[in-house]
């Protein structure tokens, strides 16, 4: 299974960033095989709106199976559902962090969005 991790940095050491539909770039995990790819997300940095419904799109197209991110709005998190990608909100430091509790199971799912819109 694929794991979509927000981060602003290319490696596992970078630090987790607490947007979604904003973060720079997502490190998408590959647990079978133990190995991630960075994918830039620019395009919706500055988006003036559907930052997070893009972003949605764009992991959903990747065949992820779950994200993990600091907070998700309601639009994206609506996105995230139809497409069957489970959210789990941490406060990690890092990517390799919040992996690491994905895997030892210390992040529950997330049951809705954590955060209003455009905050």
Same mark, same amino acid.
């Given at each position: 299974?694929?794991?979509?991790?927000?981060?602003?940095?290319k490696?596992?050491s970078?630090?987790l960033?607490?947007?979604?539909g904003r973060?720079?770039?997502f490190?998408i995990?590959?647990?079978d095989a133990?190995?991630?790819e960075?994918?830039?997300?620019?395009?919706?940095l500055?988006?003036?709106?559907? =930052?997070?419904? &893009?972003s949605?799109?764009?992991?959903?197209?990747?065949?992820? +199976? @779950?994200?993990?991110? !600091? %907070?998700?709005?309601?639009?994206?998190?609506?996105?995230l559902?139809?497409?069957?990608?489970?959210?789990?909100?941490?406060?990690?430091?890092?990517?390799?962090? =919040?992996?690491n &509790?994905?895997?030892?199971?210390?992040?529950?799912?997330a049951? +809705? @969005?954590?955060?209003? !819109? %455009?905050?």
């Open positions: 299974m694929k794991i979509a991790v927000t981060t602003s940095g490696d596992l970078a630090p960033d607490s947007r979604f973060a720079p770039k490190l995990y590959d647990l133990n190995s991630f960075i994918i830039d997300n620019a395009q919706n500055n988006a003036a709106q559907g =930052a997070g419904i &893009q949605a799109q764009n992991i959903a197209r990747l065949g992820v +199976g @779950a994200l993990i991110t !600091g %907070h998700c709005g309601p639009k994206a998190f609506r996105v559902q139809a497409a069957d990608i489970k959210i789990y909100n941490s406060t990690a430091a890092t990517v390799e962090e =919040a992996l &509790q994905y895997r030892s199971g210390k992040i529950a799912e049951a +809705g @969005a954590d955060v209003e !819109g %455009h905050w």
